[in-house]
């Protein structure tokens, strides 16, 4: 059994991935970051989320000796030009305070008509070998944004994006109806012929 390292401390996109790879009958053995704590934490340069997943997965993958994967993901608003992209996770200068990003969010966007709030959250999940091989997949999860926010379940931008075909927000789903359509769900669920092709 060939063991996998996915490059996250986060119990959560573990248990997603897990479960992914055990659908598909794949037999390999994945675990966190956590189970390798000498191996320090990659810095983000990259100018997108393909870019960033790369850096994360190859740095992994050299550390260990062990096939890695890692991702990237975030909110684009089209009116912005598909920011805050990459920065989402400190739109509002700060790493990892949701809430303030979404407050400035809805300030940069509380006079735009709703036809014009259309956003999508994009996922790019990296597959790299020890030897350089690497491949790349992406997911995305269309809708439209919310003026204010709604719903207490998952995290970031989740109470302000409703997804298409939807009435709730992903904040007002439960966590599998989400994963069943989540961006990051997608780009896992897309790496599993990558890592068959791979690893066998």
């Known amino acids: 059994m060939t063991r ?3 490059a996250t401390r986060n119990a959560g996109k573990i248990t997603e991935l897990r479960a992914i790879l055990a659908e598909a009958g794949l037999p390999h053995e994945l675990v966190g970051a956590d189970a390798y704590p000498d191996v320090p934490d990659v810095k983000e340069t990259g100018l997108t989320f393909a870019e960033n997943a790369l ?3 190859h740095a992994l993958a050299r550390a ?3 096939p890695a994967v890692a991702d990237d993901s975030g909110l684009c608003v089209d009116v912005l030009n598909g920011a805050p992209g990459i920065f989402s996770a400190r739109w509002a ?3 990892g305070d949701d809430r303030a990003n979404l407050e400035l969010l809805l300030a940069q966007l509380s006079d735009i008509a709703d036809e014009h709030r259309g956003a999508h959250f994009a996922c790019a999940a990296a597959l790299a070998l020890p030897d350089g091989t690497q491949r790349v997949v992406e997911g995305r999860l ?3 944004l919310r003026h204010a926010p709604a719903g207490t379940n998952g995290f970031g931008y989740d109470p302000v994006l409703q997804p298409e ?3 709730r927000t992903c904040a007002e789903l439960s966590p599998a109806e989400k994963n069943a359509i989540s961006h990051r769900g997608k780009a896992f669920r897309a790496l ?3 890592v068959r092709e791979l690893l066998g």
């Open 4 to 6: 996998l390292i996915l």
């Open 55 to 57: 850096l994360k997965a």
């Open 64 to 66: 260990t000796g062990l």
């Open 93 to 95: 200068g700060r790493h």
């Open 142 to 144: 269309r809708g439209s």
């Open 165 to 167: 075909d939807e009435t």
């Open 192 to 194: 599993v012929p990558v």
